[in-house]
């Protein structure tokens, strides 16, 4: 899936769940931390599969729970941003079992309508199965998208039609919006204030 709807709908199902704002908006680079193994040249690879984007989470998660209860609604936050990511490729393929096998699994669904006897009906289509290594660009010498990854989307037609939807709903919301885009300008805020603190602490330490 493109990076816009990757970021936008985990985040907008999350707010829909009453999740503070705050804690939403802080973790959204997670959804883009699988993608990170565009740079080692395994791209859907080497990070897109079950061990990193779930099971270790998942255990990050138990951790927390455990020895940092304050900080366990930011850890479920971030395995589900991390694990949705992983979902939206798998409309691409990703290598669900890396490193145990380098196969690709893909699964993608969508909804069409059929008209019969002047009636519109649904028409649901599916397609899954599995591609082996010498079937993708991502083995060999041309292992990962490095290749492709000047060609990413950002914004497909699905991404423009969400924008398209958040611009509306923001209209019709007008203060609900007022109220989102504040907090988050504030956490901003906080995050240079931190940053700032960070380096004047820095600092002083060096100094001595």
Do not use: C
Request: no cysteine; aromatic share 18%; proline share 4%.
């Amino acid at each position: 899936m493109d990076t816009f709807a990757q970021v936008t709908i985990p985040l907008i199902v999350l707010l829909a769940l009453r999740v503070k704002t705050r804690k939403a908006v802080l973790l959204l680079p997670a959804t883009l931390l699988i993608d990170l193994d565009v740079f080692f040249r395994y791209h859907r690879l080497l990070f897109h599969n079950l061990f990193v984007a779930f099971f270790l989470p998942l255990l990050i998660v138990f951790y927390v729970r455990k020895y940092h209860p304050e900080y366990f609604d930011y850890a479920w936050i971030g395995l589900f941003y991390v694990f949705t990511s992983l979902l939206f490729d798998l409309g691409q393929g990703v290598a669900l079992f890396y490193p145990l096998t380098s196969n690709f699994y893909f699964f993608k669904a969508s909804i069409y309508v059929q008209i019969w006897h002047g009636l519109p009906l649904p028409d649901p289509q599916m397609s899954y199965g599995i591609w082996a290594p010498s079937q993708t660009i991502a083995v060999g010498e041309k292992l990962g998208a490095a290749e492709t990854s000047a060609r990413y989307a950002s914004m497909s037609e699905t991404s423009v039609g969400l924008l398209f939807t958040l611009i509306v709903a923001a209209l019709m919301y007008f203060r609900k919006s007022q109220t989102f885009l504040k907090e988050v300008w504030e956490l901003i805020l906080d995050i240079m204030l931190w940053i700032r603190d960070t380096f004047i602490s820095i600092f002083k330490i060096e100094k001595r």
